[in-house]
């Protein structure tokens, strides 16, 4: 394992991307130790034969198609209208359309590119900071991949063999807490700031809005609606969700025909990267487990307690420490065949631990070094990313407040199985 691990870290330190660093890493350590090379493009391939994996593909459709087509603007105009008169009306707004923007996109990236546009430029005409403005805007997108559709459960749905559709339904209270948890952040610090406030509108600007925004977040109650009463599963939902964005998109006259081979293209580019990494993920991690790693991890752990709140505590440091140099999608195929047989054996939820873990990791897209939304919000407003990491800090102990308060609750959980589940 030292030489797998050594190489991994070398290929990292000298530039390599992680999907090439875990792939030739595999690869050397199998030609060294002699293990059969056919295994290379089997284990490769048996790690993106999976119908539920096309919901990734069809999710990041869906939101590229979203930000086009003009949906993103009603959402976060309707979001003003309903509590922008509040202290920090605007950061508000940004969450809360963030909330409903959720429900579409599952992709904390997709928020920020879409969303984090219209957002910035509403929150510097209504006199915010532009650090303050750019933490909110990075903040909020950690939302995105909790409330589903979230991409991220899909995939740690696939890979833990977990239901889908028990994820989703397990992400939505977490990424509400999320939501209002943030509310209460930005009502501290617009107060001490003095930002100003919209307007309060009127219950008939209110409705009014709310009919021009009507059928895009209709899509919402589609998704949710169809996945809890069983109509569709995830996967169809998504393909259901890009059919919608382009109907839509083409009734608000927002997208033409014509630009949806430059959609699609650039929805194959982020897709085809994802598969990559899932598929070179499946190899090394075909390999720690041909070399009983998870096990030996398991049972040290195991060994260090064998109380699930401890663990869990554990667990979250590790993830925490993991996001900050891993993008989310190659840790969640990584760590989770290592770290399931230890929550398993003390008799967490395996659903719910599922939510901790994605919530974990997305804490690490607002920290650096390698924060990929800090990187797209430096990326959109020249603003240098230590500037924007100092801004976005209380959120981020926000955020890892929400993660103790579902742990703690998980861990009662345990203790008492009469306990709701909440979803």
């Known amino acids: ?3 797998l691990f050594g190489l991994f870290f070398i290929l990292l330190i000298i530039g390599t991307s992680i999907a090439n660093s875990m792939f030739i890493s595999s690869i050397i350590y199998m030609i060294y130790y002699g293990l059969p090379l056919e295994m290379i493009p089997q284990r490769m391939a048996a790690g993106v034969d999976s119908f539920t994996l096309l919901a990734v593909i069809f999710f990041v459709l869906a939101g590229a198609l979203m930000n086009r087509g003009g949906i993103t603007t009603r959402i976060f ?20 359309a963030s909330i ?57 749905g696939v890979t833990a063999s977990q239901s889908v559709g028990d994820l989703f339904n ?13 509310m209460v952040v930005n009502y501290f610090i617009c107060r001490k700031r003095n930002y100003g406030v919209s307007p309060k509108a009127s219950l008939k600007e209110v409705l009014k809005c709310f009919i021009w925004a009507f059928w895009a977040i209709f899509l919402v109650v589609i998704i949710r609606g169809g996945i809890a009463f069983g109509v569709f599963t995830p996967t169809e939902a998504a393909v259901i969700a890009v059919a919608y964005a382009i109907i839509l998109g083409l009734i608000y006259k927002a997208v033409k025909i014509k630009e949806l081979p430059s959609v699609i293209k650039e929805t194959l580019g982020t897709s085809v990267s994802v598969l990559y990494i899932l598929s070179a993920a499946t190899l090394f991690s075909w390999i720690l487990t041909y070399e009983q790693i998870p096990q ?6 195991i060994g260090l307690t064998d109380n699930a709140l401890l663990l869990l505590l554990i667990i979250m440091l590790i993830l925490l ?20 047989p230890a929550v398993s054996a003390v008799g967490i939820d395996l659903i719910w631990f599922g939510v901790i873990m994605i919530l974990c990791l997305l804490v ?9 939304v800090l990187f797209v919000l430096s990326g959109i407003s020249d603003v240098p990313i230590a500037k924007i990491s ?9 955020s890892i407040g929400v993660i103790l308060l579902i742990i703690f609750y998980v861990y009662l959980m345990t203790l008492n199985p009469s306990l709701p589940k909440l979803y």
Request: hydrophobic share 55%; net charge negative; proline share 7%.
């Open 1 to 3: 394992m030292i030489l």
């Open 77 to 96: 105009t309707l979001a003003e209208k309903c509590v922008g008169h509040y202290t920090g009306g605007l950061a508000h707004a940004n969450v809360l």
């Open 100 to 156: 409903i923007f959720a429900g579409m996109s599952g992709s904390a990236i997709a928020d920020t590119g879409g969303l984090g546009a219209i957002e910035l430029k509403a929150m510097k005409d209504g006199g915010y900071d532009e650090d303050f403005s750019l933490a909110i805007t990075g903040a909020s997108s950690l939302i995105g991949p909790v409330i589903p559709p979230s991409v991220p459960l899909v995939l740690f």
């Open 170 to 182: 397990a992400g939505i209270i977490p990424g509400i807490l999320l939501g209002i948890i943030m």
């Open 296 to 301: 030996t991890i398991a049972g040290y752990l």
């Open 321 to 340: 420490f993991v996001g900050l140099f891993m993008d989310i999608t190659p840790a969640i195929v990584i760590l989770t065949p290592i770290l399931l």
């Open 364 to 372: 690490g897209l607002i920290t650096p070094p390698v924060g990929m």
């Open 390 to 398: 100092r801004a976005i800090a209380p959120y981020l102990v926000a």
